[in-house]
């Protein structure tokens, strides 16, 4: 599986942000697709995972502004990101893997993109 991020970029607190990742190389829908973050001098944490159901699970910290979606027919992943904060600034990450049951965890997934940034200014 090959995943390419795109939709980074600079935006102001409270402000609002896509990203988007695109898969290739296997069978998109079946895998457990997640969206990780990694800000500067901290470990890499889960943000939200979308199973091959629809089902979805959010960190405490994004829960009520964040929303992980996916579009089988065009093997892509979203992180639609609103009332979004400083410390919301992280590179994310586009994570997938052949799990029976979804998690958050970041050792669970094999398969990663290389990353877009996401700034946010106060």
């Known amino acids: 599986v090959q995943l390419v991020e795109s939709g980074g970029g600079s935006v102001q607190a409270g402000g609002s942000q896509r990203l988007s990742c695109v898969a290739s190389g296997s069978t998109f829908w079946r895998y457990c697709m997640g969206w990780f973050r990694q800000a500067p001098g901290k470990e890499r944490e889960g943000v939200a995972t979308?199973?091959?159901?629809?089902?979805?699970m959010y960190a405490d910290s994004v829960k009520g502004r964040f929303t992980i979606s996916k579009d089988n027919a065009k093997n892509t992943l979203y992180l639609q990101m609103n009332s979004l904060k400083p410390e919301d600034t992280a590179k994310y990450y586009c994570?997938?893997?052949?799990?029976?049951?979804?998690?958050?965890?970041?050792?669970?997934?094999?398969?990663w993109g290389q990353g877009t940034q996401v700034t946010v200014s106060s």
């Open positions: 979308i199973d091959d159901n629809g089902g979805t």
């Open positions: 994570a997938a893997d052949n799990l029976l049951i979804c998690r958050l965890s970041t050792s669970a997934y094999n398969y």
